[in-house]
């Protein structure tokens, strides 16, 4: 079964500043997807950004992009010129491609970042 | 508008009572998803179905049943529930399985088991 690690229960940052949030997995497969899912108080899990593991390039959206290392099964998230509307739980997230061992789809979370935005 | 619909959004029961979570989603997504959110937990996967009338286990199904007769619509009922079964409930589409396809999340059910 794959896990997924966020090893910063909280982060805080600076308003204008960058931030990086880390994500570790570990899994046997070699064809899978990776999410940063953002949870704001009102509940809601929005997709930020997602990168195919057969894709090399590193995933960009806006202000948010990633630092996928597929060899060291990491997956960070970095959060360019913050904003107080960026300020949630982020969770990151695992989807198997289902080769070889097929096994249960779904996304497999993270525990979250709560990250805040200081003014 | 489309999208995917959770009700209720709060519920409030008592241990041994059967309490049943409705999901309704417009895409006519054929993969639809129950997740289950608690501190220091994440979100982890309950059930998932493939189309109607095709459901399978996630991660922690015990306690739990699912049904899929139409392809909108995923419910997921608790036959008697217990206190561990609080929670904050979700659920989700997408497209394709095993897919790079994002799942689309409902706003979730807050439920307490008093």
């Known amino acids: 079964a794959q896990t997924v690690t966020q090893s910063q229960p909280e982060m805080s940052v600076q308003e204008a500043e960058t931030v990086t949030l880390s994500c570790t997995y570990d899994t046997s497969e070699s064809d899978y997807y990776l999410f940063w899912y953002k949870q704001p108080p009102s509940r809601q899990m929005i997709l930020v950004i997602r990168?195919?593991?057969?894709?090399?390039q590193n995933a960009t959206e806006n202000r948010f992009s990633v630092n996928f290392q597929k060899a060291a099964k990491s997956f960070s998230l970095k959060i360019s010129d913050s904003q107080l509307g960026d300020a949630a739980m982020y969770f990151c997230?695992?989807?198997?491609?289902?080769?070889?061992?097929?096994?249960?789809?779904?996304?497999?979370f993270g525990k979250g970042t709560h990250l805040i935005i200081q003014p | 508008d489309a999208g995917i619909t959770q009700s209720p959004r709060y519920k409030i029961t008592e241990t041994g009572r059967q309490v049943t979570l409705m999901c309704h989603q417009t895409?006519?997504?054929?993969?639809m998803f129950w997740y289950r959110q608690d501190l220091g937990h994440g979100l982890r996967l309950i059930y998932y179905?493939?189309?109607?009338?095709?459901?399978d286990k996630g991660e922690v199904p015990d306690g739990y049943v699912v049904s899929r007769s139409k392809t909108e619509n995923f419910p997921l009922t608790l036959e008697s529930a217990t206190r561990s079964q609080t929670s904050v409930y979700f659920c989700?589409?997408?497209?394709?399985?095993?897919?790079?396809?994002?799942?689309?999340f409902g706003d979730g059910t807050r439920l307490s088991i008093l």
């Open positions: 179905s493939a189309a109607a009338d095709i459901t």
């Open positions: 997230a695992y989807r198997s491609a289902g080769f070889p061992g097929g096994g249960a789809d779904g996304l497999t």
């Open positions: 895409w006519s997504h054929s993969y």
């Open positions: 990168q195919e593991a057969y894709k090399q």
């Open positions: 989700a589409s997408s497209e394709g399985s095993h897919s790079n396809q994002p799942q689309h």
